[in-house]
């Protein structure tokens, strides 16, 4: 009777056993059929209703190296449901009901893993671990999006291609993402409110932090995220509550490559700290902010409500910081770099430190208001232009 019942299912559904390839998708399957030839390489179960994977299920097939079962029931994985299947290069489990990290063992060739759309709360601390991942299998695919993580996994060592925790409830807290590379880390949708683990990481070049709370971040805590990142060519900010954005157009110009800064749909409060952004220029800065006609005033009340680009610049921080957005700026930094031959992140911290010193006197003069402003978004051309102010004033 079942075997008959699984005839007709065979002959009737899109079964399909090509090159070594099993697919059996949308096919009301409830378990792991057992007619899979044990010499396959790719297993296809998609779209099923299967709800456990018990001890052993595909140590069988030791050619292995792609198992689909996204878009089942799945809520139960067995210890063992992986042991020996070592050639596992893709593992897609995405949309199931899974409560619980599975448990990877000795899976050195794994270099994609979907866990998207399940229930995860927690992966313990040993559970990227004991993928005894091999050392140059360096671009790792791992997606833990739509669960209910608090925190990160223990990701230490791991060189990502892409990392996609978005739709969580990832607070980054104590994170330690020392040594982590990452080409493409999403992040959005979580409670993040600071930024700060980050630093730790060697971003290549996306990183999107959408719908989190970071109204809290200061200018210079994003400062020094953008520095601490040389190869960060994009960066998503949408909807962050951020309400500034420091000048960064000397961090990008340092290396003659382009920079993508997305920040739509913030609560900008339109000072001085923000001004820079109205005079960027993509041929000259190498920065596109997309959008950013986009861009809403919130605060001051002078300026709430209005969009940032028909301020005119001296009304945003009126009577002080002309200079600043002079269009002077670009050619005195490249008079300034000639002069003191600043050729390195490391030379250019030491001489910001040389003109901290040297400017502070000369700060002390200047009144409250202007030098919160500095110190919130305190970035080398700032000072620099803030110098060329004094001087001129003098
Ligand atoms: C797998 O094994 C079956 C017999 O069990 C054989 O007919 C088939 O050619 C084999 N396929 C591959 C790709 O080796
Ligand atoms: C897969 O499952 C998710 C979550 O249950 C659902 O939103 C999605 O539509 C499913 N995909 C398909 C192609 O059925
Ligand atoms: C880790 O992987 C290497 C290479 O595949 C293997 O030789 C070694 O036995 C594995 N270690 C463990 C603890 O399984
Ligand atoms: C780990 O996997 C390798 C193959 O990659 C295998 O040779 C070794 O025996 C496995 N180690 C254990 C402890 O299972
Ligand atoms: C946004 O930031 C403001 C303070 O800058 C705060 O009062 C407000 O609660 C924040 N909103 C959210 C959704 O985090
Ligand atoms: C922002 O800072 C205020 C005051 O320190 C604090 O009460 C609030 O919880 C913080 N908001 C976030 C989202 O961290
Ligand atoms: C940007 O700078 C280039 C080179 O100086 C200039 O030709 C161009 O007109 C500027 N674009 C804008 C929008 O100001």
Known sequence: MAASH???????????????QYTNRN????????????NVTWIDLSHNLITTLGSNSFS???DLTTLRLSNNSIS???DDAFERVYKLRSLLLDDNQLEYFPNLRNMSALSDLNLNGNRIGIIPDDALDRLNLSRDNTFFYLRLSRNELEELPNVQGISFYTFYAYDNNLDLGESELEGVSVHFIDISKNKISDLSPILEMSLKNTLTVNNNPLGNLSSADL??????????????????NLTTMPDIRMLKKEFYRTFRLSALNNPWVCDCRISWMGN???TTDYIAIEKYATFKCAAPSRHAGKLLHEIPLEDYCPGRFESIVSGSDAHFYAVQRRKWNVATLEQEREYKAALDR?????????????????????TIVQLMRMQLKVCVLK
């Open 280 to 282: 960027t220029n993509f």
């Open 27 to 38: 096919a009301g399957l409830t378990e792991i059929p057992d007619d899979i030839p044990m």
């Open 358 to 378: 040297r400017l502070a006197p000369l700060m002390r003069k200047l009144d409250d208001e202007t030098v919160s402003c500095l110190n919130l978004g305190c």
């Open 60 to 62: 069988n097939f030791a």
């Open 223 to 240: 400062y020094n995220l953008v520095q601490s990142q040389p190869d960060l060519s994009y960066l998503c900010l949408d909807s962050c």
């Open 6 to 20: 699984t005839a007709t299912i065979l002959i009737l559904l899109p079964l399909c056993i090509v090159g070594g």
């Open 76 to 78: 139960i994985i067995h």
